[in-house]
């Protein structure tokens, strides 16, 4: 079994930044990819970006392309989300999940991943 923490959402103005943080543990949590998605209220759970176990393989979607970055800290085993010039339509509900690293960039649906965290709010004012 697989935990997955999330931390590090807040509410920001338009324009700022946030860092997210998704902590993983169980056992050989260190190798299972991790992906980020978000939830706005009233809409589906869509991708984020997503990162294979050691980092050197990541995937974004196209609505945060050069905004944001996902990283990971393989001694901490904790997996970053860097979201920087932050708009109003980011607002949502963000999970990390863990998963197989196989097929990495075609799993863009939430059924794709196994273990989910509960999700921290990221609000954006105008």
């Known amino acids: 079994q697989v935990q997955v923490v999330e931390s590090g959402g807040g509410l920001v103005q338009a324009g700022g930044f946030l860092r997210l943080s998704c902590a993983a543990s169980?056992?050989?949590?260190?190798?299972?990819?991790v992906g980020w998605f978000r939830q706005a209220p009233g809409k589906e759970r869509v991708f984020v970006a997503a990162?294979?176990?050691?980092?050197?393989?990541?995937y974004y979607a196209d609505s945060v392309k050069g905004r944001f970055t996902i990283s990971r800290d393989i001694a901490k085993n904790t997996v970053h989300l860097q979201m920087n010039s932050l708009q109003p339509e980011d607002t949502a509900v963000y999970y990390c999940?863990?998963?197989?690293?196989?097929?990495?960039?075609?799993?863009?649906?939430?059924?794709?991943?196994?273990?989910w965290g509960q999700g921290t709010q990221v609000s954006v004012s105008s």
């Open positions: 990162i294979n176990w050691n980092g050197g393989i990541t």
């Open positions: 169980g056992r050989s949590s260190s190798t299972y990819a």
């Open positions: 999940a863990a998963g197989s690293n196989e097929d990495l960039e075609r799993r863009t649906y939430a059924s794709n991943w196994i273990y």
